[in-house]
């Protein structure tokens, strides 16, 4: 069984990364074989709206920009699950994983037979600053799982306040949803 996580901090052993790890950790303690991706190490362009708003994406399911997107879909495509983590930025998204996730969302529309419905995910909001903008930021996650069709197994909020105990929340996210998985 594969877990795939993206992470979407530039920082490499900041709160994301952290979180990251443990949700890996506990998936790999489930028996899983994980991977992490990080998203600012990857070319990904934003979405270019092409045409009248819709292209390939729809047509035929894939994005017709070259640079690495095809090939950070393909590894979440491949995994059996996937993980996704954020710095929370401005109660959103941080730029890396808006630009990965909104196309995502546009091929997994014209997807024919190797969307991302039904794979299970966890997703995580990594609030470091205030902690403000952590609700919002899960809220748009919520509504990337729902178009996606992902198969939500838990949504976690983190902020500097919580980081100490929620590190166990994520690590057994990520052991549930592979022991989830192989009932
Ligand atoms: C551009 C920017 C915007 C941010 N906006 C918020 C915010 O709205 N709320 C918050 O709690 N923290 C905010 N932060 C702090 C990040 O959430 C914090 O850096 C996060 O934990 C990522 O940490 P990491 O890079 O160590 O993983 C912001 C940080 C940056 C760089």
Redesign the pocket.
């Known amino acids: 069984m594969k877990v795939v996580a993206l ?1 979407g ?3 490499v ?7 990251t790890e443990a949700v890996l950790a506990g998936a790999s303690e489930a028996g899983a074989a994980t991977n992490m991706i990080q998203l600012t190490e990857r070319e990904i362009a934003h979405c270019g709206q092409c045409g009248n708003g819709w292209h390939k994406c729809r047509e035929e399911g894939w994005c017709v920009i070259e640079d690495d997107f095809a090939q950070t879909r393909k590894a979440v495509l491949n995994a059996d699950a996937w993980v996704l983590v954020t ?6 998204f ?1 730029e890396c994983v808006k630009a990965f996730t909104d196309r995502l969302r546009r091929c997994n529309v014209g997807a024919r037979g190797e969307g991302l419905n039904g794979k299970p995910v966890v997703g995580v909001a ?9 609700a919002t ?1 899960l809220l748009a996650m919520d509504r990337l799982f729902s178009h996606i069709g992902a198969d939500v197994a838990d949504l976690i909020t ?3 306040r919580s980081a100490e105990y929620k590190h166990a929340a994520v690590r057994a996210a990520g052991k549930a949803m592979v022991e989830a998985m192989k009932a």
């Not at 052993?13 to 979180?19: N, P």
């Not at 710095?87 to 959103?92: A, S």
């Open positions: 992470h901090s530039p920082n052993d900041g709160l994301t990364a952290s979180l710095p929370v930025y401005f109660g959103e941080s990594a609030a470091g600053g205030s902690g403000g903008g952590t930021c983190v902020t500097r």
